[in-house]
């Protein structure tokens, strides 16, 4: 009986040991299943966020895309597979379909500006733009209506879920090279204005020339007639006549050497002007020199009622090394406009 009650007891410890082993499996069980859940529902919710933001991403772009004031249009294996409403209205049709599947040479002209077949050249401008990433260049498309126009296009190229796109945006720039046209129309203008002009201005400055030099070369011809005519004139004052006579023959003399210094202003600005002026240094008498002053401006003091005097330093040499033409002319001229624009009183010319 011993033995029997022992061997009930073994029992029913091993019966324990495996409903305790089947709990714990139990509970094992519900925990992983409670921690597949759990991450099941984190990796959901973290894939619903990201698809949501995927879905925002694609609206937003869409949005660009489609409300972008550029033609877009996203070519694959060198055909056109999206454009925007832009694309559409910059081409002249009235659905999306009918740019679709077209290759862009196929709404070009046969030959670009540059002589090139449009398919060979758009099929080296994407080639371009794959292999350096993005390419701009200028291109002349074809509307609906067989009109063509000039377009700016940007090519980049998009790698997108193992797929090579070229994302071409089309500008139109028919305005820019209407001004561009118009710009160089008034440069070409004002070219050949400035080519008249400047054949008008050698030949004023040749004609400016050769007069200058016509005077200066008759300056000896010019001058030798009034000397002749103040020569003359010398001689008649110191004639026996009467006041009036003198005073005449005065006037004369006068006028005469006024008149002969004008022609030596002309004269000598010619000779300027043609490079031929000389100074000439020589010993001359100042009191000469003074006395032609006064006698050249006599007349004109005298029609102003003026009062006229030269001052001259007690300690000045009689004799001075000068070129008295030139000295002349300056002082004459000097004087002339001081009584010109003196209405009453006095001029005094001082030396010191």
């Not at 004369?252 to 030596?264: F, G, P, Q, R």
Request: net charge negative; with cysteine; glycine share 4%.
């Amino acid at each position: 009986m011993a033995v029997t009650n022992n061997w009930k007891i073994v029992g029913l410890h091993e019966s324990a040991v495996f409903n305790l082993g089947f709990f714990a499996f139990y509970a094992f069980i519900i925990w992983l299943f409670i921690a597949l859940a759990s991450y099941g529902c984190h990796f959901y919710y973290r894939f619903k966020n990201t698809h949501q933001q995927l879905q925002d991403s694609e609206n937003k772009y869409r949005t660009l895309f489609e409300k972008s004031a550029d033609a877009i249009c996203l070519i694959e294996a060198d055909i056109c597979i999206d454009c925007n409403q832009a694309a559409i209205d910059l081409f002249g049709y009235s659905s999306k379909q009918q740019l679709l599947g077209k290759h862009l040479s196929e709404v070009s002209p046969e030959f670009q500006s540059d002589g090139r077949s449009s398919f060979d050249k758009t099929n080296e401008m994407m080639d371009i733009a794959r292999q350096s990433g993005s390419y701009r260049f200028e291109w002349c498309y074809t509307n609906n209506n067989s009109q063509s126009f000039p377009v700016e296009i940007l090519l980049t190229s998009v790698p997108f879920d193992g797929r090579n796109i070229l994302h071409s945006v089309i500008r139109d720039i028919s305005g820019r090279k209407m001004a561009e046209h118009k710009i160089n129309e008034t440069n070409q203008r004002l070219q050949h204005q400035t080519v008249i002009a400047n054949e008008l201005a050698t030949k004023a400055e040749m004609a400016n020339k050769a007069k200058s030099e016509f005077l200066a070369n008759m300056s000896h011809e010019i001058r030798t007639p009034m000397n002749a005519i103040i020569g003359f004139g010398n001689l008649l004052v110191g004639e026996d006549l009467n006041d009036e006579q003198k005073e005449f023959a005065q006037i004369i003399k006068a006028s005469a050497e006024h008149l002969l210094l004008l022609i030596n202003d002309i004269l000598d600005f010619s000779k300027i002007e043609a490079k031929q002026l000389h100074v000439e240094i020589m010993p001359c008498s100042l009191d000469e020199i003074l006395s032609y002053i006064q006698a050249t401006t006599k007349l004109m003091v005298e029609e102003k009622n003026l009062s006229f005097e030269i001052n001259k330093c007690q300690d000045l040499p009689s004799q001075i090394l000068t070129d008295p033409t030139r000295l002349n002319q300056c002082l004459v001229n000097l004087v002339n406009n001081a009584v010109k624009f003196t209405e009453n009183g006095y001029v005094h010319l001082c030396f010191s």
